[in-house]
C-alpha cells in the first residue's frame, strides 16, 4: 500500500503541448477567449439568479395550497426589472419592498388578486370569481382580496423574522 503513494502519477499535457502540432483554426480561437470569460463567473445572469433565490423563499414561506399566488409573484418579480435590479443577491430584501408596494395600496393588492384569480381560472380550466367591489366573496373563491392580504401579511412577518 506504501508503494502506491509513493508512485509518481503521470502528468497531463499542457495546453501549449496539446496545441503545438495543430493549425490555427479562428473558431476554436474564439471558443477558448469565451471560456476564459466565464471563469469563476455563473453562466446564469444575476437577474436570473435573484429571481430564482426569490421564488424558492416564496415557495417555502408563502401558504399557497393553489400555487397560483405563488406563481403570479413570481412571473411579477421576474418582469420588474430595475426593482430586481437594485437587490441583486438579496432575495429577501427584494421581496419585502415588493411586498410593500403591494400591500401599502388597495389598488395594487385588488390588481395582484385578479391577476392571480385570472391565473387560476387559466390554470384550473375554471371560471374566475372576481371579487366586485361591495359584495361578498364568492364562496368558492380561492384568492380573495382578505385571504391574499392575509397570506402577503404572513409572509413578510415570516421575512422580517
Known amino acids: ?12 499535457p499542457d495546453e501549449d503541448e496539446l496545441r503545438k502540432g495543430r493549425k490555427f483554426d ?12 466565464l471563469k469563476g463567473a ?3 445572469a444575476a437577474h436570473d439568479q435573484t429571481v430564482f433565490a426569490a421564488r424558492e ?4 414561506g408563502l401558504h399557497d395550497p393553489e400555487g397560483s399566488l405563488q406563481r403570479t409573484l413570481v412571473s411579477r418579480l421576474d418582469t420588474d426589472k430595475p426593482l430586481v435590479a ?14 410593500a408596494r403591494i400591500l401599502g395600496s ?13 391565473r387560476w381560472g387559466r390554470e384550473y380550466q375554471e371560471r ?6 361591495g ?24 421575512l422580517d423574522s
Open 106 to 118: 388597495d389598488a395594487a393588492l385588488a390588481d395582484l388578486v385578479r391577476d392571480v384569480d385570472a
Open 57 to 60: 423563499l416564496i415557495e417555502a
Open 26 to 37: 479562428l473558431s476554436e480561437a474564439v471558443a477558448r477567449d469565451a471560456g476564459q470569460a
Open 128 to 133: 374566475p370569481h372576481f371579487e366586485t367591489g
Open 86 to 99: 437594485a437587490h441583486f443577491n438579496d432575495a429577501a430584501a427584494l421581496l419585502r419592498q415588493f411586498l
Open 1 to 12: 500500500m506504501d508503494d502506491d503513494r509513493k508512485k509518481p502519477q503521470p502528468s497531463l
Open 135 to 158: 359584495s361578498e366573496p364568492h364562496p368558492d373563491d380561492p384568492y380573495t382580496l382578505q385571504g391574499v392580504n392575509d397570506a402577503l401579511q404572513h409572509f413578510r412577518e415570516a
Open 42 to 44: 455563473s453562466p446564469v
